[in-house]
T-cell receptor
Framework: NAGVTQTPKFRVLKTGQSMTLLCAQDMNHEYMYWYRQDPGMGLRLIHYSVGEGTTAKGEVPDGYNVSRLKKQNFLLGLESAAPSQTSVYFC???????????????FGQGTRLTVV | AQSVTQLGSHVSVSEGALVLLRCNYSSSVPPYLFWYVQYPNQGLQLLLKYTSAATLVKGINGFEAEFKKSETSFHLTKPSAHMSDAAEYFCAVRKNSGGGADGLTFGKGTHLIIQP
């Protein structure tokens, strides 16, 4: 049981290049999230998905797009990378239960992205 | 909107001493609160969560947290610090809006340093 797996682990991009980060979870979770982590800022939500085929904007969505074509996968795309997008990106998933409000999120190991 | 504030970006304690990491929340509804730990170059791991069943919550690795509504606090404690506790700690609250599936709001984190 791998949990939440992110690929790649590291990437260096030039300004203006595009890339896709892949997140896969094998826990059959309904909800999936993309966060970015910057020093002194904690984690901020970029986009999230409440089910296959649905996505929604989080706190800092500008410059990113997402897709969830399959329940187990959540892709984060950068169309034209900028230095301000240098960050560590975390994918997370969560599940629905009768008392779903107290369910925690499970995190991947992160992707360290540098845009030069 | 729900939010959390972590007091102290860095906390330093001696090995064997009490660990106290502070978290205050702001919420217009009963909050669902979480503590996560992040070891260097890793993802976030759940330490414990408050689910309203009990105000004193016990977590992994000897940590516990007490929910105090009168003080709007959810401080994390451990009686005796170990070198392996050195890490970044995040307090988080469920957003509790848009159906509740829109993720967690994180504090900015507290870096715990253990002095030998």
């Amino acid at each position: 049981n791998a949990g939440v797996t992110q690929t790649p682990k590291f990437r260096v991009l030039k300004t203006g290049q595009s890339m896709t980060l892949l997140c896969a979870q094998d826990m059959n979770h309904e909800y999936m999230y993309w966060y970015r982590q910057d020093p002194g800022m904690g984690l901020r939500l970029i986009h999230y998905s409440v089910g296959e085929g649905t996505t929604a904007k989080g706190e800092v969505p500008d410059g990113y797009n997402v897709s969830r074509l399959k329940k187990q996968n959540f892709l984060l795309g950068l169309e034209s990378a900028a230095p301000s997008q240098t960050s560590v990106y975390f994918c997370a998933s969560s599940y629905r239960t009768g008392g779903w409000m107290n369910t925690e999120a499970f995190f991947g190991q992160g992707t360290r992205l540098t845009v030069v | 909107a729900q939010s959390v504030t972590q007091l102290g970006s860095h906390v330093s304690v001696s090995e064997g001493a009490l660990v106290l990491l502070r978290c205050n929340y702001s919420s217009s509804v009963p909050p669902y609160l979480f503590w996560y730990v992040q070891y260097p170059n890793q993802g976030l791991q759940l330490l414990l969560k408050y689910t309203s069943a009990a105000t004193l919550v016990k977590g992994i690795n000897g940590f516990e947290a007490e929910f105090k509504k009168s003080e709007t606090s959810f401080h994390l404690t451990k009686p005796s610090a170990h070198m392996s506790d050195a890490a970044e700690y995040f307090c988080a609250v469920r957003k509790n809006s848009g159906g509740g599936a829109d993720g967690l709001t994180f504090g900015k984190g507290t870096h715990l340093i253990i002095q030998p």
